[in-house]
């Protein structure tokens, strides 16, 4: 119930980011990245679970349970942080000669739209398959919309995948 209503409120709240965003690009390069709503959510996710140590370890009795619970929400709080910080590390940026995609993780690299080879739906998120490489990009990254209007401008077909019966 909880995913749910995060998942929907997180939809909702990037919709409006990536609107707002968007209404008026007359660049010729912009520059895509996660939803801020979903960065702001898991951060307050790490204060609820960095509270739920600290009261595992405060309230629980035995030395045993203490340790248990401070650990496994230290753990998810360090999980989301991580998360926090791919999330803002993560970009596209492309123009009229190509894309420049930063991972997660990683250093930046530089593409042409010459050097992706085809480009398909799969499992919410938008797949670019390159030589070496394969890019995901989330249904609810913002500027998806002008990214995929690109896309179309360089002639490319989007496959789409498998539909669910």
């Not at 307050?44 to 509270?51: D, G, N, P, Q, T």
């Not at 999980?79 to 991972?103: E, M, N, Q, S």
């Not at 530089?110 to 890019?135: H, Q, R």
Request: proline share 2%; with cysteine.
């Amino acid at each position: 119930m909880v995913t749910a209503s995060s998942g929907g409120l997180i939809k909702a709240l990037a919709k409006i980011e990536n609107e707002h965003a968007t209404e008026n690009v007359n660049k010729p390069d912009f520059e895509m990245h996660y939803p801020v709503s979903l960065q702001i959510l898991i951060a307050v996710s790490i204060l609820i679970f960095a509270a739920f140590a600290v009261l595992g370890i405060f309230f629980v009795d035995v030395m045993e349970g203490k340790i248990v619970c401070g650990s496994f929400f230290g753990f998810l709080g360090l999980v989301a942080l991580i998360c926090v910080i791919i999330y803002r590390h993560w970009k596209l940026k492309f123009d009229d000669y190509g894309l420049v995609y930063t991972p997660g993780f990683g250093s930046a690299r530089e593409l042409t739209y010459n050097e992706i080879l085809s480009v398909k739906e799969s499992a919410g998120s938008l797949l670019l398959k390159t030589e070496d490489a394969n890019i995901r990009i989330p249904y609810y990254a913002i500027g998806l919309n002008i990214f995929l209007w690109r896309l179309e401008k360089e002639h490319f077909e989007i496959e789409h995948g498998r539909q669910a019966r």
